[in-house]
């Protein structure tokens, strides 16, 4: 099946680390031009140095906090200045901090909520004038097994998850007349290959990296029918799928990837 990706404008936030990054090679490598707005901006410009040694489309970083709305305006006017046009927004930037909800500092809530939920607002809203007036648009929201099932240690982001759920549905509903779709891919665990690829405002802290040796990843991947953990790229095609015209009379729905996790 061709997509015919190639020439659409996309941003992905957080697209300079682990999923993010898989996500700006696959389009890149379809031929899609990709906006990285990325608050780490050494990451998203490593990212992009990357994904243009492909053949394909181009790549861009936008250092960019999603927030902060006057940040992300900026982005998207450069965006518009740069490419002329959004045609898919990727909100896949977020963060969390493993620990018992009893035993978190409340700064760490509202750091998950706000990327999470503010972040996904904030770039939802800066692209929607354009494309309501292009009558096109698609937007994928990186979401979480969490944020369908809850997670030990993950009580507020599983509940950011769960929202960013709830407000796909919603924009769904409100967004299709006109001819924009919203959909969610949930990934579950994927652990970043090499440090090279996790920027430095990751949720890949040594802390987390250093729970997940390759024979704690092995013992995980028995949790899963499909008997191994995810990748980048297995997250990177469902979210290209639903970004295309393959997917134009799916919307509001919400896809777990995850090696067969979560059924529902
Ligand atoms: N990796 C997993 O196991 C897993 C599992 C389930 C869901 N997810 C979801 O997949 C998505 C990507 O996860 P990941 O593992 O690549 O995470 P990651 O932490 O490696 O990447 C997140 C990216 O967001 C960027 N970012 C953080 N705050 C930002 C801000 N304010 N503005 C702009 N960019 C910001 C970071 O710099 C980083 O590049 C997230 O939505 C995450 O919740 C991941």
């Not at 750091?111 to 007036?133: F, K, P, Q, S, Y």
């Amino acid at each position: 099946m061709d997509l015919n990706l190639a020439e659409k404008v996309v941003i992905v936030t957080g697209g300079g680390s682990n999923i993010g990054r898989g996500i700006v090679l696959a389009f890149v490598k379809e031929g899609a031009n990709v906006v990285i707005a990325e608050i780490d901006e050494a990451q998203g410009g490593k990212t992009a140095k990357d994904a243009n040694a492909l053949s394909g489309g181009k790549a861009i970083a936008i250092k960019t906090d999603i927030t902060n709305v006057d940040s992300v305006t900026a982005m998207v006017k450069k965006t518009l200045e740069e490419f002329g046009k959004v045609d898919v927004l990727v909100n896949n930037a977020a963060w969390v901090m493993d620990r018992l909800f009893v035993e978190k500092p409340r700064a760490e809530w509202e750091r998950e909520i706000n990327i999470i939920l503010w972040g996904n607002i904030n770039c939802t809203r800066a692209v929607l004038d354009h494309m309501i007036e292009r009558k096109y648009g698609k937007i994928v929201n990186i979401g979480s097994d969490a944020g369908r099932m809850g997670e030990f240690r993950e009580a507020v982001y599983s509940g950011a998850k769960g929202g960013v759920i709830a407000l796909s549905k919603s924009l769904a509903r409100e967004l299709g007349r006109h001819g924009i779709n919203v959909n969610v891919v949930c990934p579950s665990l994927i652990v970043p290959e090499s440090k090279e690829y996790v920027s430095k405002e990751s949720m890949w802290g040594e802390e987390l990296m250093a729970v997940f040796t390759p024979e704690a990843q092995e013992k995980a991947a028995k949790a899963y029918p499909l008997r191994r953990l995810g990748k980048p790229e297995d997250i990177a095609n469902a979210t290209l799928f639903l970004a295309s015209d393959a997917a134009s009379w799916i919307t509001g729905q919400t896809l777990s990837v995850d090696g067969g996790y979560v059924m529902m």
